[in-house]
RNA sequence: GCGUGGUUGGUGAAGUGGUUAACACGGCGGAUUGUGGUUCCGUUAUGCAAGGGUUCGAUCCCCUUACCGCGCCCCA
């Protein structure tokens, strides 16, 4: 037995700093003041198809698909935005008084891939939706929080890219404009760049093969096809990320994947070198169609998704620690199965008065007892013998200063208490 | 879906067509019958991803499959 391709397991260190970067994430979403949304992993297909796109590689080839046992569609969700949707109109948010609705999401997500550096079958995504306002304010908004949750861990080699799709008009012009500039010069791009003129036509500007060829650098931009209006949004964009002095790279060549982005789109690249092909930590952009394409009203909406596993390794790559040194506070040695219950006793008391406690669970003898101690980074080892058992009074050891007390059992948490107390340097074992 | 490299104990790994698969770390036990270090001793893979083939004999050669890594496509 073993895992299923593409997937993996959580534990140890990766573990302990997937928690400390998701506590981080949720109280940042606290400090923007935005709602938490949850919604299940798997939705009746439709929902997919509809919401991301039919004719994407998301939908069409990616996603995990199956009937169930009422012989209905059903999908693993490939992506988040398409269910936050759907429940948004489901749950009516729209008539919510509350405007916009700031909502974030944080779970799995599912796509049958091959799997490489940075790309798994089963992958955490983080995401923010905000509907209701098609103000730029909320575009420059949606982009500061990624910056500034990667600000807050310390990721310094990022770069922001931005650009405008334009709305739907502005788009289309582009694309058709596209396609004719394209069609004399298809002989001379790549075989995938063929595909993608029938399919995206707008992907052909990112591809890594063409990308220094002379047709590519004078293709048509997205920029020069922005009515008035479209322009304007996106200046306004630009105008607020500098407020926010958030630093951005124009790129005319950042066109995005899924069929229902509309102004603004943009990326987050980890600049390292050596990180690896998938590069992008998150994207994201505006949505002013998808709400109503999805049976809601029209509503606009702008946000942005987040690769939880390329954010870790990313962290790795900067060599970010955030774990903090732990330790226990005690750890209690019974000297032979007689003291065991006695032993047990006295540790469930210490956890009940909130002291992170172990105990021996193995019979070591002493010896390897005070290696476990040190395993496990004890302030304290308490040893009970037949002796203490009979007295009612513990023997204590300081870990760190190999002073030895002896205290009533009664006294015990009053003993821990003016210890810890005293002792203010916050290494861990402090309380409060 | 395409291409390419890999898979040997708890870990890092060496190795060979032929009886006991190095070495190191770690673990456990002991020397020390109630104290963490050092040192020493003992112990720690019935097995070299799985299945098939070639062979007198395969962990090693060949094929298939699975999984992992990297790149393409795509995307977060």
């Known amino acids: 037995m073993q895992k299923a391709k593409g997937t993996y397991d959580v534990f140890g260190e990766y573990g302990k700093k997937i928690r400390v970067v998701e506590n981080i994430l949720s109280d940042l979403m606290e400090v923007y003041d935005y709602e938490y949304f949850r919604t299940p992993i798997f939705e009746a297909s439709?929902?997919?198809?509809?919401?991301?796109?039919?004719?994407?590689?998301?939908?069409?080839?990616?996603?995990?698909?199956?009937?169930?046992?009422?012989?209905?569609?059903?999908?693993?969700?490939?992506?988040?935005?398409?269910?936050?949707?759907?429940?948004?109109?489901?749950?009516?948010?729209?008539?919510n008084p509350?405007?916009?609705?700031?909502?974030?999401?944080?779970?799995?997500?599912?796509?049958?891939?091959?799997?490489?550096?940075?790309?798994?079958?089963?992958?955490?995504?983080f995401g923010v939706e905000v509907f209701g306002s098609n103000d730029p304010l909320t575009d420059a908004e949606v982009i500061s929080i990624p910056v500034n949750f990667y600000k807050m861990l310390g990721l310094k080699q990022i770069k922001v890219h931005i650009n405008s799709l334009g709305d739907t008009e502005s788009r289309d012009n582009y694309r058709k404009a596209l396609k004719d500039y394209f069609r004399p010069h298809l002989d001379s791009l790549c075989?995938?760049?063929?595909?993608?003129?029938?399919?995206?036509?707008?992907?052909?500007?990112?591809?890594?093969?063409?990308?220094?060829?002379?047709?590519?650098?004078?293709?048509?931009?997205?920029?020069?096809?922005?009515?008035?209006?479209?322009?304007?949004?996106?200046?306004?964009?630009?105008?607020?990320?500098?407020?926010?002095?958030?630093?951005?790279?124009?790129d005319p060549n950042l066109v995005r994947g899924l069929d229902y982005y509309t102004h603004t789109v943009f990326e987050v690249e980890a600049s390292v070198e050596g990180f690896g092909a998938q590069n992008i930590l998150c994207g994201g952009g505006r949505y002013n169609k998808l709400v109503g394409t999805l049976g809601g009203p029209d509503t606009p909406g702008v946000g942005f998704a987040m690769g939880m596993e390329r954010l870790m390794t990313a962290l790795d790559y900067e060599k970010i620690n955030l774990i903090e040194e732990d330790g226990i506070d005690a750890y209690i040695i019974p000297?032979?199965?007689?003291?065991?219950?006695?032993?047990?006793?006295?540790?469930?008391?210490?956890?009940?008065?909130?002291?992170?406690?172990?105990?021996?669970?193995?019979?070591?003898?002493?010896?390897?007892?005070?290696?476990?101690?040190?395993?496990?980074?004890?302030?304290?080892?308490?040893?009970?013998?037949?002796?203490?058992?009979?007295?009612?009074?513990?023997?204590?050891?300081?870990?760190?200063?190999?002073?030895?007390?002896?205290?009533?059992?009664?006294?015990?948490v009053d003993f821990l208490d003016s210890k810890f107390d005293a002792h203010e340097c916050g290494c861990g074992h402090c309380h409060e």
């Open 191 to 250: 075989e995938d760049c063929h595909v993608r003129f029938e399919k995206n036509p707008l992907r052909i500007l990112d591809c890594k093969v063409d990308k220094d060829l002379d047709v590519m650098k004078k293709a048509p931009k997205t920029i020069d096809f922005l009515n008035e209006e479209s322009k304007s949004h996106f200046d306004k964009v630009k105008e607020y990320l500098d407020a926010m002095n958030i630093e951005y790279i124009e």
């Open 46 to 95: 439709e929902v997919f198809h509809r919401g991301v796109g039919d004719t994407t590689d998301i939908v069409t080839k990616e996603t995990y698909d199956f009937k169930d046992r009422g012989d209905r569609d059903m999908t693993l969700r490939p992506e988040g935005t398409a269910g936050i949707v759907r429940s948004y109109i489901e749950n009516k948010y729209y008539g």
């Open 335 to 412: 000297m032979s199965e007689n003291e065991k219950g006695y032993s047990i006793g006295i540790c469930n008391a210490l956890r009940l008065s909130g002291y992170r406690t172990d105990m021996d669970y193995m019979s070591r003898n002493i010896k390897s007892n005070f290696k476990q101690s040190e395993r496990l980074n004890a302030k304290y080892v308490i040893i009970i013998g037949e002796e203490e058992t009979k007295n009612n009074v513990l023997t204590i050891k300081d870990n760190e200063t190999k002073d030895e007390y002896k205290v009533k059992v009664s006294e015990l």
């Open 98 to 125: 509350n405007v916009p609705s700031k909502i974030w999401y944080y779970g799995p997500m599912f796509r049958y891939e091959r799997p490489q550096s940075g790309r798994f079958r089963e992958f955490y995504q």
